[in-house]
């Protein structure tokens, strides 16, 4: 079994919530794409949005045993924080959350040093 994961900007994430910020773009992107191609009136955009829920990592979120790095760019607009959060804040499992107020979608500065330090405790 895997003891320990250390994701960093977890995306797929609060697919409603993205769409709602208006930030599909980047690893969101597809959602726009779809919505143009599949559903441009979006009349079925609530049943699509469920179907999604069957992918997205916050209703997976439970299942994680592992104990959790999690690595948060607060000014994160490619993934935005509070759509991490919804998976993070479903956790069940001892999890503990780096939080860099003023980075976004970049390098985190030392947070692959506390990754390996965190992933050689075991």
């Known amino acids: 079994r895997i003891r320990k994961a250390a994701p960093v900007y977890p995306?797929?994430?609060?697919y409603r919530r993205v769409w709602e910020m208006d930030l599909c773009k980047d690893a969101y992107a597809e959602l726009k794409t779809f919505f143009r191609h599949a559903d441009p009136q979006h009349i079925r955009?609530?049943?699509i949005f469920t179907?999604?829920?069957y992918i997205d990592?916050?209703?997976l979120a439970s299942r994680v045993g592992a104990d959790v790095l999690v690595g948060v760019g607060l000014a994160d607009t490619v993934c935005p924080p509070?759509?991490?959060f919804a998976a993070i804040n479903k956790m069940k499992t001892t999890?503990?959350?780096e939080i860099y107020p003023d980075f976004g979608h970049e390098n985190l500065p030392g947070m692959h040093d506390k990754i390996i330090r965190f992933l050689s405790a075991l």
Do not use: A, M, N, Y
């Open 11 to 14: 995306f797929l994430s609060d």
């Open 95 to 97: 999890v503990r959350t």
């Open 51 to 53: 179907k999604l829920g």
């Open 45 to 47: 955009e609530d049943k």
């Open 57 to 59: 990592i916050q209703h």
């Open 82 to 84: 509070s759509t991490q």
